[in-house]
C-alpha cells in the first residue's frame, strides 16, 4: 500500500514538472515571439529618409550594425535573423539607398533586397564651360580627382562625337547639356559619356552637312554655336546672331564678341567680376575676337541643339551688328551708326554686343 502511494505521488510530480515546463516553454516562445516581432517593427513615426550606402561585399553582421548606427532598426540581431529566415542574406545589393525610420525591418529588407537604388540627376546646363561642368560634377558628389579624370579627351577619342574636334583639344563645346540620372554605381566618366552620346544624336549627317553649305566645319561650327550660345539667351534670337557672325566671317570682319573675351579671360586664371568692361575687351588672348580676326581656337562653352541648327540654318537678313538691351531684347542693325545709336537708346546700364 505505500509503495503505491509513493509511486503515485512520484508520478504526480512528474507530470506537475512536465506540465509546468510546458507552460514556461510555451510561455518562454510567446515572450521570445513577442520580443521577435517588436524588433521587427519602425523604431519612430518619422517620415524622413535617411541615405544608407551598402558597399559591395558588406556583410550581413557589417550591413546590421549600419542600419542600427544610423537608428533604422531596433536591433542587430532579429534584423539578421528575419534575413536568413527569409533567404535574404545573399540578395541584398550594393548601392545607396534611401530609408525611413518608419519603414519595418520586412520594408526594409524587401528594399535592399529589390535594389530600390537611390538615383539623382546630375546636370550639365546650357552654356557651361568646361570647368564649370567639372564643378557640377563636384557638387554631385564625385570627387576632384574623379570629376578631373573624367573630363579627359583621351578617355573618348574613338567616340563618334569627337571625329572634328582637333586631337589635343579638351572636350570643350562637345559636352552636351542635358540631365543624366546617377546612381550610386555610376561614375563621373559614364556621366561624360552619356552627354557625349547626347552630342553625337544632335550631330546628324543632316546637320554636318548644312554646316558645310555654310563654309564650316563641324568643329568650327561647335565654335561659332558655342559663341551664339552665350551671347544671347532667347532661342529666337539666335538664327539671327548667327547670321551676323557669318557675314562677318564672310566679309573679313571681326566678330566682336564679347562671350569671346571673357572666356580669354577666364581661361587664363583670371576673375572676370574685378574686372572693368574695357579691361576685358582688350585682354590680350588668342579667344579675344576684338582683337583677332575669324574664330577662335576653340568652343568657349557647351551648346544646346537650338544654337547649332542657329549655325546650320542662319536667318536670311543683312544685319552686321547686335546689341543686347537693359530690357533684355537684342537689337540688330546694318550699319555702325545704327548700331551705336541703339546702344545709346537701349543700353544705360549694361552692353552686350
Known sequence: MYRKSHRYRWLRIIVILAVAGAILLVGGIIVARKYYDTNLKPVSSQQSLVEVTIEEGSTLPEISKLLKDRKLIRNKQVFEQYVRNNGADEAIKAGTYEISPSYGVPEIVSILTKGKIVSKLVTILPGARIDQVKTMLINAGFSKDDAESALNPSNYTDHPALVDKPKNA??????????????????????????????QKRLTPELRQAFNQQGLTTHQAVILASIVEREVSKPEDRAQVAQVFLKRIKMGMKLQSDATASYGAVLNGEDINNMTSSQILNYNSAYNTYLNTGLP??????????????????????????????DKVTYFSKTLEEHEALVQQHCKTNCGN
Not at 576653340?298 to 543686347?324: M, R
Open 297 to 326: 581656337p576653340g568652343p568657349i562653352s557647351n551648346v544646346s541643339e537650338v544654337s547649332l541648327k542657329a549655325v546650320a540654318n542662319p536667318a536670311q537678313t543683312d544685319w552686321l551688328y547686335f546689341v543686347s538691351g537693359d
Open 170 to 199: 579638351s572636350l570643350e563645346g562637345y559636352l552636351y547639356p542635358e540631365s543624366f540620372e546617377r546612381t550610386s554605381n555610376t561614375s563621373a566618366k559614364q556621366i561624360i559619356n552619356a552627354s557625349l552620346d547626347e552630342m
